[in-house]
């Protein structure tokens, strides 16, 4: 009876938490909401700035949980592909349901992921099927585990630090270190390094924030990410024939594709290597640059935090770093959501008093950043915290559709910013700047040379 009268007064206890919490954000959100309201020249970009905000978005989700925890709405804020209305969903325990049930919230990339290969569909756009399940197959024969500690990490830490010594105590992150060594890893790992390393950057960061973050379908958005990808497909059609005519004797992913198409590999015709690799090659490059940037920004606002990432990179302690770098990026995750469409009518949270019917075809919102700070999920969620058990983050989607290259950004981004960490007095020396986009772009930072 005393373990009973215990938990129930541990969870009354939360759900007055989470009544505060929203309280506490409902306030917040109305003075800086009346800020942006303000005049009427330059409104709807001030509202923009406000909800485009991790902050802000952690308020709004705050208010959401302890309130409207799964919100429907006739309402279609996705612009970007066919629906019905818009759910969002933010407890940990219904954003992790929606997204295992593939069956009934289907990814929706599959039109844009045939625009960018101009044809077949790329494993990421698939629902569970047999291509589906060859595709990822053939992909975890050519980018193996084994790799990661074999040749992409001593890759990453050698040309990161290289970077680091040489830049005389003052770097800009995104355009100095991270994309030219994930550009650089392009090239030497997967044996397709671009016309350029800038254009191998430009190019998959356009098709990713076509595919995956522009959810208004905006021409100016679409229009330069074909460009890219038919850039991209004329290069890697030329990149395959070229080392089918003239072997190079590489051991990289591009040679042991071509390996298992010469082998007979159902999925592995030259078109199906091209369209794996351009799929592959748009989630490594601005995933892991925007990832990194964010983690270290996020340590720079938090004195303690940044100690602790700090001496883990001077004891070259990686798993005491990892465990930092995701506990900030708990805070600033790459993306607050990942969206899914209702395939049927269904209900999720069936049993509780959460419980809503989703519409067949609706948008549905599985807001993840808002999952990383349900306090009935996570102790201490508003604390940064490094002992945290792995499911408390959901930085690389969850379920079927897991990132495909997890075990890879785990190992790199630490490998990325070990060596400036590392450096005594880092600073910012700059603000983030994406350059009008949502990825960064520029974000200098100092320390003391030495």
């Known amino acids: ?62 208010l959401l949980r302890a309130t409207l925890p799964n919100l429907v709405l006739s309402r279609r804020l996705v612009a970007a592909y066919e629906n019905t209305g818009t759910v969002i969903v933010t407890r940990h325990a219904d954003v992790t349901e ?3 049930r593939e ?54 830490t050698r040309e990161a630090a290289g970077i680091v010594e040489a830049s005389r105590g003052r770097i800009d992150v995104p355009a100095t270190l991270t994309l030219p060594v994930l550009t650089g890893l392009v090239g030497a790992y ?15 960061t356009r098709m990713f924030w076509y595919l995956f973050v522009d959810l208004a379908g905006q021409e100016v958005v679409s229009r330069p990410a074909l460009e890219a990808a038919a850039a991209c497909r004329a290069y890697l059609d030329d990149a395959i024939a070229a080392r089918k005519a003239a072997p190079t004797g590489a051991d990289d992913v591009l040679a042991r594709c071509l390996a298992l198409q010469a082998a007979g ?28 940037v964010k983690a270290l920004d996020t340590l720079l606002d938090r004195p303690e935090a940044l100690a602790a990432a700090q001496r883990a990179a001077r004891e070259d302690d990686d798993a005491a770093l990892a465990r930092v770098l995701w506990e900030a990026l708990r805070f600033d995750p790459v993306n607050p959501f990942i969206y899914r469409r209702a395939v049927r009518e269904t209900v999720i949270a069936r049993g509780t008093l959460r419980a809503r019917t989703v519409p067949q075809g609706a948008m549905v919102l599985a807001a993840n950043l808002s999952a990383m700070f349900d306090p009935i999920a996570l102790d201490q969620p508003e604390a940064f915290r490094t002992d945290r058990p792995a499911h408390a983050y959901i930085l690389w989607g ?15 981004i ?37």
């Open 98 to 100: 929606v997204l295992e």
């Open 265 to 292: 590999m159902p999925g592995l015709d030259d078109l199906g290597i091209r369209n794996n690799l351009i799929g592959l090659l748009i989630g490594l490059v601005p995933t892991l640059s925007k990832a990194s």
């Open 414 to 450: 630490p490998q990325l910013l070990k060596p400036l960490l590392r450096r005594p007095g880092l600073r910012r020396a700059g603000p983030v700047d994406g350059a009008g986009t949502p990825f960064p772009v520029h974000f200098l930072v100092a320390f003391d040379s030495t």
């Open 398 to 412: 969850y379920g079927m559709h897991t990132c495909f290259g997890a075990h890879i950004n785990q190992a790199v």
């Open 1 to 62: 009876m005393s373990g009973f009268l215990g938990s129930a007064a541990s969870a009354a206890g939360i759900r007055l938490g989470m009544a505060g919490a929203a309280l506490g954000a409902a306030g917040r959100l109305a003075v800086r909401g009346a800020r942006a309201y303000g005049g009427a020249e330059g409104r709807a970009a001030r509202i923009a700035a406000l909800l485009g905000t991790t902050e802000n978005q952690r308020q709004i989700f705050a």
């Open 190 to 204: 997967f044996g397709t390094p671009g016309p350029s390393a800038t254009e191998m950057a430009e190019g998959t």
């Open 103 to 156: 069956s009934d919230f289907a990814v929706v990339y599959e039109p844009k992921m045939r625009a960018i290969t101009a044809g077949e569909n790329f494993f990421l756009g698939m629902q569970d099927s047999a291509a589906y399940t060859r595709d990822v197959a053939n992909m975890r024969l050519a980018v193996r585990r084994t790799d990661v500690p074999e040749i992409v990490v001593p890759y990453v």
